[in-house]
């Protein structure tokens, strides 16, 4: 599967999992996936940092820990002397699906 499938893939399956539609890339600034309320960039790689994948396994694990209803979160902070921390949420899709009331599809789940 070649690098343009692949991404368009991902866009399609992300708006089937979050019951929103997919935009075809017209070069206009808009989101690639929008879900009611959600305008969502997708970005696909082959991998993700290791440390954003461990953090994300932590929390998985003191989420689990926790009890049944813990959701899983990483919270990113970019800090820098004067300036306001800018604070990025990260969880796994699932989750966010859950969070959101949404249900996966089957294939999302399995990350196909």
Do not use: Y
């Not at 999992?17 to 690639?32: E, F």
């Not at 820990?65 to 699932?94: F, H, M, N, Q």
């Amino acid at each position: 599967m070649s690098a343009p499938q692949r991404w368009k893939r991902q866009e399609r399956e992300i708006a089937a999992a979050l019951g929103g539609v997919r935009l075809p890339n017209s070069g206009r600034g808009q989101p690639d996936v929008l879900a009611g309320n959600l305008a969502v960039q997708v970005k696909t790689r082959a991998t993700l940092p290791a440390w954003l994948v461990a953090a994300l396994d932590q929390a998985a694990r003191d989420a689990a820990a926790t009890g049944p209803d813990a959701v899983p979160v990483v919270i990113l902070s970019a800090v820098r002397a004067g300036r306001k921390a800018r604070r990025v949420v990260v969880l796994d899709l699932e989750a966010f699906a859950a969070l959101s009331g949404h249900t996966m599809a089957a294939a999302v789940c399995r990350g196909t």
